[in-house]
Each structure stands twice: as C-alpha cells, then as structure tokens.
C-alpha cells in the first residue's frame, strides 16, 4: 500500500479542465517529482491532494483512507503538511514564531506542552534559516521564507510533505543543501511530493519522477526513464531531439494494406476538361 | 379564499419591491465587490428626497419620480463610488463593511438632520384606482410595482446581456484589473452600477414607503429583506434573487395573515426577513480557503504586562480620584462610559485583532444585562454566569455561518440584533414588551457595592482586568494564533487548524465579553429594558471603535468615553443631533483603513514627546522609570513594531485584515519579490 494513492482525479473550471484523470502513488520513505510544464495542474493537483481544491471526480486515498471528501485541517492532523507556491508565510509574525504556531497548531490549542526556544531554533538550524529566526517573515528573503515555510511543516512531524517548487529563490549551494535535507528527510521514512522546475534537482534528488502535462500523467518512472521519454521531451520542448517525432517503424510497416508507390507506379491522369464536365 | 388571494396578492407587491431592492444590491456587489449596508438607508433617504419633491415642494409625482430616479439617485451612487468606497473591493471584507456601516449611520443622520421627525405621508401611486380579481381589491399601486419589477429585471437582462457596458460589467466581476487591461474601465462600469444600484434602492424605498411610512429606520432595514433575497441568488444570479424576493414577500404576508394574533407568534411576522436569511445562510454552499491575496498589516503597538498593568491601574487611580464627590448623575454617565468601553474591548478581539466584524455587539451586551437580571444572583457567580449565557448565545448565532467567511458573519450578525430588537427581547419571559426588569447591584465577598461610586470603580476595575487578561492573551499563544490566521488562513488549515470551530470560540469570547459589560450595566442602572439594547446602537458602537483604534485597548477606552458623550451631546444640541451621526460616519470612512485609529496618533505623539523631552524630564524627576531601549518593548514579538508600516512581502492572504496596502506598495512588492 503506497502512502498517497491519486486515483483518477478530475479537475473541472467551468469549461476547463485541469487536471484529467490524473492517477499517481507516492511511497513512504521516497522523494517524488511532479513536473510539467507551466498550467500542467502541477498546483491544482496539490490542492487537490491538500483538500484546498475538491475534485470533479476520482479519490485520494492517505495511508489505505479515502480522503477525498475530508477537510483541509483533519489531513494535515493525519499528516499532511504542504509549502505553496505563492508563499503563505505568516509576515506579521517572526520567522521563530510561525514555526511556533505551527507547534501550536499541530499539538493542539489545550496541549500544555509548549515548544521550547531550543526546540524551535533546532527545527530552524536544520533547514539552514536560523540567522533569520528573529526577523518578521516579510522581510526575508523568497528563498528563505520557502525554507521557513518547510520548517513550519516539519513542526508538525509529517508523514507526507508536499513542496511547491521549493528550491525557486535559492542560490546554487543552498539548493544542494537543500537536495541534501530532502534526502535526510526521505530518509526518515516520510514521503515526500515535489512540485519542482529546477531539473537538476529533480533529477538528482528523486527517486521517481510523474510528468503532468494538459492535466494527464504522460510519464512515470526512474529520473533517467523519464529523461529518455519522448514524449517528455515534447510536452517540455515542443519537439523530440532523439529520433524521429513518430518512431520508426509504425506506421509503414503496419500498414500493409496501402498500395505501395514507387517509380513504377502509374498514376492515373486527370483530363481537365472531362473534370469540368462532370462538375457542371 | 378571498384572504388567501388578499395576501398573495400583497406578498407578490412587497415581494417585487424587495426583488428590486435586492438587484440593486446584488448588481453593486458582482461588480465591485462591496456589500452596500447602507443600500436599505439610501432608499430611506430617497424616499424622503421623494417626499420632500413631491409633497413639501408639490411636483408632480411624475416629474419627482424621475428626478429622484434619474438625476439625484445616480448622482449619489456616483459620487459614493468615486470618492468613499473607491478600491473597497479589493481590500479586506472588514473595512468595506466598516465604511458602508458608516454610510448607513451617516444616511440615517443626514435624514433626521434635513428632515426633523415629524408626522409625514406618501400617498401610494394613482391612489383612488383599483381593480378587483376574484373578488379582491387590488391597487393600482400594487400592480405598477410588480410591472416595475418585471421592467427592472427585464432592463437588467438586456443590458448586462446585449450591451457593451453590460459585457463589461460581467468581465469586471472576474477580474477587473485583466478588463482594464483590454481598455476596458472599471472604474466607469463601477460608478455605472453604484449609480443604477442607489436608483433601484431609491425605487424600492419609494414603492414601500407608502407601505412602511416614511421611517428612518423600517426602510434602513430593508437591506435585510434585499439582502436574504440576494443571497438566495448566491450574490449572483438575478433571476434566482428575484425569486428570493417573491419567495420572501409571499412568505411575510402569509405569516401576517395565518399566524395567531397574539403571543410570541404574533411578532414573527416583524422578523421573516432575518429569520428567511438565517435559513438561507445555512444552507448556502461551504466556501473555499483562497489563497494568495496581497495583503499588508499595521498593528498598533502591545505594550508589555508590567505596562499594562501599570496603565491600568494608573486609569483606576485617576477614575477614583475624579469620580470623588461626583453626583450620582454624573457617576451614571462614567459607569455608562465604562459600559460602552467593555463592549468596545470585544470588538478589539474580534475586529482588532481577529479581523471580524460584529454588527450586534449591543444586543449580545443586552442578552448578558437580560441574564443577569433574570438571574436575579447579584454575586461574581451571576455575573459570570450571566456572561457565559452571552458567550453561549455569541457561540451559537456563528454557528450556522462557520462554513462562510467574514461577509455573511457580518450580516447574519445583523439580522440576529433585529431578531432579538423585535421580537425576543420584547418578549413575556424577556423584559417584556416597552418593560423593563430590575437588577440588584452586585456583592462581593457577601457585601453589596451600594455606592454609585464604589461600583463604578468595581466596573472600571473589571475593565482594566478584561482589558489586562486581553492583552496577555494577545501576547501569547491565542495571539500569534489570530495574526497568522489573518495573514494566511489557507496556511493555517493546511497545518492543521480547524479554523471554523476557532472563529466560533473567537466569537463566543467576544460576545461572552460584550455580556459582562452589559450584565454590569444592568447592575449600574438598576432597571434595564429592551430600549437600552436596540439594534442600531451597535452601529455607532462600532463606527467609533474604529474612529477611536479598534486595535488597542486604549483605544476602547477613548471610544467607551467617546459613545457616552454621543447621548449627552445630541440632547445637549438638539438643532444638530444628526449631524454628529454625520460626523461619526465621516471619521470612520476617512480612519477605516487605518483601524489603529485614534489612539495611534496618541501613541505616535507620546513617543515623540519622550524622544525630544524625556531625557531633561527624566533629569529633573529621577524617580521616573527609564527609557525602554527601543520604542517597541514587545521582546522577539515583532506585530508589535508601532507605528512602523510593516506588510507583507509574500501573498499572503487576510480575509478579514484590517488594512490594505496601497496599490503602490503592491506593485513595489511585486517588484522586489522578483
């Protein structure tokens, strides 16, 4: 049993659809990408899978339960964490204190234990923001706040992790770090779910890669799998560099029953006149 | 038989009127996302315009009409577009409801202000025609207003559908900004319909006021009636909205007719309309958690404990001194101020702090002075017991709208201080109809507080307690709580907060508050009655709130003393008592999106003062505790910045915050988020 099941999610806007028969599992204990080029349903899919978005049709189950009709909180009670895209960092309040209320959150408003100041700055060493612990989380830096917002969701020791392109806003060695802490966390038998345009990282960090593209999984598979598909190369580049578009031997050979045109062919020829006169 | 046709044919004319009524608002609301409170008061104030044309000046009904409708109407909804609730749409559901409560309180000012309550009559149109159908009388009043109505709808149709200004005006429902961008205006399409909106509330007013009379506030009211129609309409549809209005028209004249004569039921025929909106409510659809709304924050400083304590107690101190040897009359006004600053305390909870608005502060204080009286136990045990029955009631009129966000609290809040005006506090086992009911003042430790003195100062000392406790909360962990909920609710569920049971918790404190104060006050009075706790008072009550800062606890203070003076002011100056309606509803339109209001400009001044005297004042009386080291003294708290303009860099999302940044510092934002 995977930890996350998407089961032939559909998503409707009016007259568009996002996401169409999207179905994926994420494992426990594994980092998987979802990539796709932009408008894919990348982000609809994570609302859907974090019950901010219902679908039009299909299920998610979470640990063998069907969530799919379940509310925003009770997911994240189960273990469910997610970071955004649009960062949703708490801007009034300090980088410590989000992830305080985040420990407030998850242990509950009666829980009597309060995290301590050594608790939270732990949290914040490991994913590397603790100089910034006492500043308003407006005021730092994209990248950092993606980092804050991670932090706020180990607070609540999740099983699954939903990134939103968390490495957008980080420089070169602090996404290596970064690649590094997901591993660590993967490690620990959690599952993680990555929405993510730096294929690097992608490529380095996870152990199975989805592509979403128009809504629909086109490809699943190991990052080198995935880099080999064409159809990949397509949905990213608008073209295949390996090969041919259409792959050899399809068509031609199927097609056994089309006369076959060569030199020798006669064709037959058209009197203009004998045309006219049968159109009139 | 006849009856029964008698009251169709009665609740289809209301119902048309209210069909009308609700068009107007719902044609407002799609385009520019501001829910008009005050549309019910602006058909008030045109019905009176009407009068004043057509009786007073003595033009012909027809001419008067048209100017009303055509030229003053439109002018008015204009100019409130243009220059009051210009931009509202994008900002938070709370200012927008402060600024159009404010319209409403200014509307009814401004009315009593021109036109002196008197006795006036607008006959009904063509009065001495009728038709008879089935053997019921029919008027010709009756059967223009629904023609009206089905005119109204029709032109409504044809131009949001068949014209370009129309297309328009649908395109600038989904996204204004993407419509300018294709040369579109929304600015004119916004002024277009506030314009067509006051017409139609003007309308509305003039078709029922032959119905209701010329009231200030019985056609004020009749944005409930709009308000359950339009929201039968889902705020979108106009064809379901103008089934609403029918559905609700048809509905009241029934329960006028059927229902028994006498008793509590008797009233229910006052209050189908916010009884008609609460159902509507409930079974309106869960709305969704959005996320990425730029928003910014400025909140007024929090001082730390020590210091509130010692403000506190320092506001006690002074209190006694002043209030030694007052008389008992002018005790009353203290206590009454005291009063109005507990109830002022709720509302920095939940709309300073929680970014909620509550339009029915009063009443939740009139059900906790009901309780207390009613209790009839003058000891801390039935005050508080008093005061938790106001919680309970707070708790349970947020109940059915915890699916739904700021806007349907708001006026669920509304519908809920009519409901208890007309009908239950006026009820036999309430204060009983024009009754009131006695309150002992209340012992403690075994010895009753007798002295109008001694219980002001018990009064004034549960206030700096209330006022102490909201603080530590505010600096603890409910604090950090409401601000990261305003600033990003969606990140709040996805960590785990179930956010509707909080905001019915939030609600139940702050109405459990309101109910202390007005359970004191029923002591401090002696005799209460439901005319101390009518719906309207919770309207000023809120505007000078905000006036005064919403946000912090001196700011109750100031706006507990402020509301006291209100009364005193107005009998003092009875030539002018509108205009300090007037005047109200002006400062909070202009401070409303600045909630930290008055009492921010206090602390502004105070540490300027400090920072060019402090240091030779502090030489001159060394006594004087130090400077703090930095202006906040809110340690790693950093809300508390002061008056520093802090927003947010990120999209975060406030669905109830308080303030907006400007459209500058947006686009700064943007820039720099890169």
Same mark, same amino acid.
């Given at each position: 049993?995977?930890? %996350?099941?998407?089961?032939?999610?559909?998503?409707?806007?009016?007259?568009?659809?996002?996401?169409?028969?999207?179905?994926?599992?994420?494992?426990?204990?594994?980092?998987?990408?979802?990539?796709?080029?932009?408008?894919?349903?990348?982000?609809?899919?994570?609302?859907?899978? @974090?019950?901010?978005?219902?679908?039009?049709?299909?299920?998610?189950?979470?640990?063998?339960?069907?969530?799919?009709?379940?509310?925003?909180?009770?997911?994240?009670?189960?273990?469910?964490?997610?970071?955004?895209?649009? +960062?949703?960092?708490?801007?009034?309040?300090?980088?410590?204190?989000?992830?305080?209320?985040?420990?407030?959150?998850?242990?509950?408003?009666?829980?009597?234990?309060?995290?301590?100041?050594?608790?939270?700055?732990? %949290?914040?060493?490991?994913?590397?923001?603790?100089?910034?612990?006492?500043?308003?989380?407006?005021?730092?830096?994209?990248?950092?706040?993606?980092?804050?917002?991670?932090?706020?969701?180990?607070?609540?020791?999740?099983? %699954?992790?939903?990134?939103?392109?968390?490495?957008?806003?980080?420089?070169?060695?602090?996404?290596?770090?970064?690649?590094?802490?997901?591993?660590?966390?993967?490690?620990?038998?959690?599952?993680?779910?990555?929405?993510?345009?730096?294929?690097?990282?992608?490529?380095?960090?996870?152990?199975?890669?989805?592509?979403?593209?128009?809504? @629909?999984?086109?490809?699943?598979?190991?990052?080198?799998?995935?880099?080999?598909?064409?159809?990949?190369?397509?949905?990213?580049?608008?073209?295949?560099?390996?090969?041919?578009?259409?792959?050899?031997?399809?068509?031609?050979?199927?097609?056994?029953?089309?006369?076959?045109?060569?030199?020798?062919?006669? +064709?037959?020829?058209?009197?203009?006149?004998?045309?006219?006169?049968?159109?009139? | 038989?006849?009856?029964?046709?008698?009251?169709?044919?009665?609740?289809?004319?209301?119902?048309?009127?209210?069909?009308?009524?609700?068009?107007?608002?719902?044609?407002?609301?799609?385009?520019?996302?501001?829910?008009? !409170?005050?549309?019910?008061?602006?058909?008030?104030?045109?019905?009176? &315009?009407?009068?004043?044309?057509?009786?007073? #000046?003595?033009?012909?009904?027809?001419?008067?009409?048209?100017?009303?409708?055509?030229?003053?109407?439109?002018?008015?909804?204009?100019?409130? #577009?243009? =220059?009051?609730?210009?931009?509202?749409?994008?900002?938070?559901?709370?200012?927008?409801?402060?600024?159009? &409560?404010?319209?409403?309180?200014?509307?009814?000012?401004?009315?009593? #202000?021109?036109?002196?309550?008197?006795?006036?009559?607008?006959?009904?149109?063509?009065?001495?025609?009728?038709?008879?159908?089935?053997?019921?009388?029919?008027?010709?009043?009756?059967?223009?207003?629904?023609?009206?109505?089905?005119?109204?709808?029709?032109?409504?149709?044809?131009?949001?559908?068949?014209?370009?200004?129309?297309?328009?005006?649908?395109?600038?429902?989904?996204?204004?900004?993407?419509?300018?961008?294709?040369?579109?205006?929304?600015?004119? &399409?916004?002024?277009?319909?506030?314009?067509?909106?006051?017409?139609?509330?003007?309308?509305?007013?003039?078709?029922?006021?032959?119905?209701?009379?010329?009231?200030?506030?019985?056609?004020?009211?009749?944005? !409930?009636?709009?308000?359950?129609?339009?929201?039968?309409?889902?705020?979108?549809?106009?064809?379901?909205?103008?089934?609403?209005?029918?559905?609700?028209?048809?509905?009241?004249?029934?329960?006028?007719?059927?229902?028994?004569?006498?008793?509590?039921?008797?009233?229910?025929?006052?209050?189908?309309?916010?009884?008609? *909106?609460?159902?509507?409510?409930?079974?309106?659809?869960?709305?969704?958690?959005?996320?990425?709304? &730029?928003?910014?924050?400025?909140?007024?400083?929090?001082?730390?404990?020590?210091?509130?304590?010692?403000?506190?107690?320092?506001?006690?101190?002074?209190?006694?001194?002043?209030?030694?040897?007052?008389?008992?009359?002018?005790?009353?006004?203290?206590?009454?101020?005291?009063?109005?600053?507990?109830?002022?305390?709720?509302?920095?909870?939940?709309?300073?702090?929680?970014?909620?608005?509550?339009?029915? #502060?009063?009443?939740?204080?009139?059900?906790?002075?009901?309780?207390?009286?009613?209790?009839?136990?003058?000891?801390?045990?039935?005050?508080?017991?008093?005061?938790? !029955?106001?919680?309970?009631?707070?708790?349970?009129?947020? *109940?059915?709208?915890?699916?739904?966000?700021?806007?349907?609290?708001?006026?669920?809040?509304?519908?809920?201080?009519?409901?208890?005006?007309?009908?239950?506090?006026?009820?036999?086992?309430?204060?009983?109809?024009?009754?009131?009911?006695?309150?002992?003042?209340?012992?403690?430790?075994?010895?009753?507080?007798?002295?109008?003195?001694?219980?002001?100062?018990?009064?004034?000392?549960?206030?700096?307690?209330?006022?102490? *406790?909201?603080?530590?909360?505010?600096?603890?962990?409910?604090?950090?709580?409401? !601000?990261?909920?305003?600033?990003?609710?969606?990140?709040?569920?996805?960590?785990?907060?179930?956010?509707?049971?909080?905001?019915?918790?939030?609600?139940?404190?702050?109405?459990?508050?309101?109910?202390?104060?007005?359970?004191?006050?029923?002591?401090?009075?002696?005799?209460?009655?439901?005319?101390?706790?009518?719906?309207?008072?919770?309207?000023?009550?809120?505007?000078?709130?905000?006036?005064?800062?919403?946000?912090?606890?001196?700011?109750?203070?100031?706006?507990?003393?402020?509301?006291?003076?209100?009364?005193?002011?107005?009998?003092?100056?009875?030539?002018?008592?509108?205009?300090?309606?007037? =005047?109200?509803?002006?400062?909070?339109?202009?401070?409303?999106?600045?909630?930290?209001?008055?009492?921010?400009?206090?602390?502004?001044?105070?540490?300027?003062?400090?920072?060019?005297?402090?240091?030779?004042?502090?030489?001159?009386?060394?006594?004087?505790?130090?400077?703090?080291?930095?202006?906040?003294?809110?340690?790693?708290?950093?809300?508390?910045?002061?008056?520093?303009?802090?927003?947010?860099?990120?999209?975060?999302?406030?669905?109830?915050?308080?303030?907006?940044?400007?459209?500058?510092?947006?686009?700064?934002?943007?820039?720099?988020?890169?």
């Amino acid at each position: 049993m995977s930890l %996350l099941e998407v089961e032939h999610v559909v998503v409707q806007f009016g007259g568009v659809t996002a996401v169409n028969e999207a179905a994926f599992a994420i494992d426990a204990g594994r980092v998987t990408g979802l990539i796709g080029p932009n408008g894919a349903g990348k982000t609809t899919c994570f609302n859907v899978i @974090s019950g901010l978005q219902r679908p039009t049709r299909g299920k998610v189950h979470f640990e063998g339960k069907n969530v799919t009709r379940m509310g925003v909180h009770r997911r994240a009670k189960r273990g469910m964490a997610r970071t955004f895209q649009r +960062l949703e960092a708490f801007g009034s309040l300090t980088v410590r204190d989000n992830v305080r209320v985040a420990h407030d959150i998850s242990q509950g408003l009666g829980g009597i234990v309060r995290p301590s100041k050594s608790d939270v700055d732990a %949290l914040l060493e490991r994913v590397g923001i603790a100089e910034y612990a006492a500043e308003r989380a407006d005021s730092i830096p994209t990248g950092t706040a993606r980092l804050l917002e991670l932090a706020r969701c180990l607070a609540g020791d999740p099983k %699954l992790l939903l990134l939103d392109e968390p490495s957008s806003g980080l420089d070169e060695t602090e996404t290596d770090a970064f690649g590094e802490l997901l591993r660590d966390l993967a490690a620990e038998g959690r599952g993680i779910l990555m929405v993510e345009h730096d294929m690097d990282l992608v490529m380095g960090v996870c152990d199975e890669i989805h592509v979403l593209d128009f809504g @629909s999984i086109i490809a699943s598979g190991d990052p080198a799998a995935v880099r080999a598909n064409p159809l990949v190369q397509k949905a990213y580049l608008g073209y295949s560099d390996e090969g041919p578009a259409v792959p050899e031997g399809s068509i031609e050979e199927t097609r056994t029953d089309l006369p076959v045109i060569d030199e020798t062919t006669t +064709l037959p020829v058209v009197d203009p006149a004998a045309v006219q006169e049968a159109t009139r | 038989m006849s009856s029964f046709i008698a009251y169709t044919i009665f609740g289809l004319f209301s119902g048309a009127a209210y069909a009308i009524a609700a068009s107007g608002l719902t044609l407002t609301y799609t385009t520019t996302r501001v829910f008009n !409170i005050a549309h019910g008061a602006l058909g008030m104030v045109m019905s009176f &315009v009407f009068w004043d044309f057509s009786v007073r #000046q003595g033009m012909p009904t027809l001419l008067a009409l048209f100017l009303v409708l055509f030229v003053v109407a439109p002018a008015i909804g204009w100019f409130i #577009q243009r =220059f009051i609730a210009r931009g509202l749409g994008e900002g938070p559901v709370s200012v927008s409801l402060v600024v159009t &409560v404010a319209l409403l309180v200014g509307c009814i000012g401004a009315a009593t #202000q021109i036109w002196p309550p008197e006795s006036r009559t607008v006959l009904p149109f063509m009065v001495e025609r009728s038709v008879t159908v089935a053997g019921t009388n029919v008027s010709a009043h009756q059967i223009i207003t629904v023609l009206l109505a089905v005119a109204v709808a029709v032109g409504l149709y044809l131009l949001l559908n068949r014209t370009r200004i129309g297309t328009a005006m649908r395109a600038s429902v989904d996204n204004p900004e993407l419509l300018k961008l294709f040369g579109g205006k929304p600015e004119s &399409v916004a002024a277009l319909s506030w314009a067509i909106g006051t017409s139609l509330a003007a309308l509305a007013g003039i078709l029922l006021v032959s119905q209701v009379g010329l009231d200030y506030y019985a056609l004020t009211l009749l944005v !409930i009636n709009a308000y359950a129609a339009a929201l039968f309409g889902r705020l979108k549809s106009l064809p379901l909205t103008f089934a609403g209005g029918m559905a609700l028209g048809l509905i009241e004249a029934y329960s006028k007719g059927y229902l028994p004569t006498d008793g509590l039921l008797s009233k229910v025929g006052n209050v189908i309309a916010p009884l008609f *909106l609460f159902a509507v409510i409930v079974l309106m659809p869960q709305s969704q958690l959005r996320i990425g709304q &730029v928003k910014g924050i400025v909140t007024a400083p929090v001082p730390s404990f020590t210091k509130s304590v010692s403000w506190g107690v320092g506001l006690f101190v002074v209190t006694l001194l002043f209030t030694a040897g007052m008389a008992d009359a002018d005790l009353l006004l203290i206590g009454t101020a005291a009063t109005y600053a507990m109830v002022m305390l709720s509302l920095v909870l939940l709309t300073g702090y929680g970014g909620h608005v509550s339009l029915a #502060q009063f009443t939740f204080a009139g059900v906790g002075a009901l309780a207390y009286a009613k209790l009839d136990a003058p000891n801390l045990g039935g005050l508080f017991l008093a005061a938790l !029955i106001a919680a309970g009631v707070g708790a349970l009129v947020a *109940l059915p709208v915890i699916r739904l966000t700021g806007l349907y609290l708001a006026l669920s809040t509304l519908a809920f201080a009519v409901l208890m005006d007309k009908l239950l506090f006026q009820a036999d086992f309430a204060f009983g109809f024009g009754g009131t009911l006695d309150a002992e003042r209340l012992s403690l430790l075994g010895r009753q507080v007798e002295s109008t003195q001694g219980y002001v100062m018990v009064m004034v000392a549960f206030f700096v307690l209330t006022g102490v *406790l909201l603080l530590v909360l505010r600096r603890g962990v409910l604090g950090r709580l409401l !601000i990261a909920m305003r600033d990003s609710p969606a990140a709040c569920g996805t960590l785990g907060l179930d956010m509707r049971w909080f905001r019915v918790g939030l609600f139940g404190l702050s109405a459990g508050m309101a109910g202390l104060a007005g359970a004191l006050f029923a002591g401090l009075r002696g005799t209460v009655g439901a005319a101390d706790f009518q719906f309207f008072a919770s309207l000023p009550l809120l505007l000078l709130a905000v006036v005064f800062g919403v946000t912090s606890v001196t700011g109750a203070v100031l706006g507990g003393i402020g509301l006291m003076q209100l009364p005193v002011l107005q009998s003092d100056h009875p030539s002018i008592g509108g205009l300090f309606f007037v =005047f109200i509803a002006v400062a909070a339109i202009a401070l409303a999106r600045d909630p930290n209001g008055i009492a921010n400009v206090l602390f502004k001044s105070g540490h300027w003062l400090d920072r060019r005297y402090g240091t030779q004042v502090r030489a001159a009386i060394p006594i004087l505790p130090t400077r703090p080291p930095s202006r906040d003294d809110s340690g790693d708290s950093p809300d508390a910045g002061g008056p520093g303009h802090h927003h947010g860099e990120h999209g975060h999302s406030h669905a109830g915050d308080p303030v907006v940044v400007t459209q500058e510092e947006v686009g700064a934002h943007v820039a720099t988020r890169g």
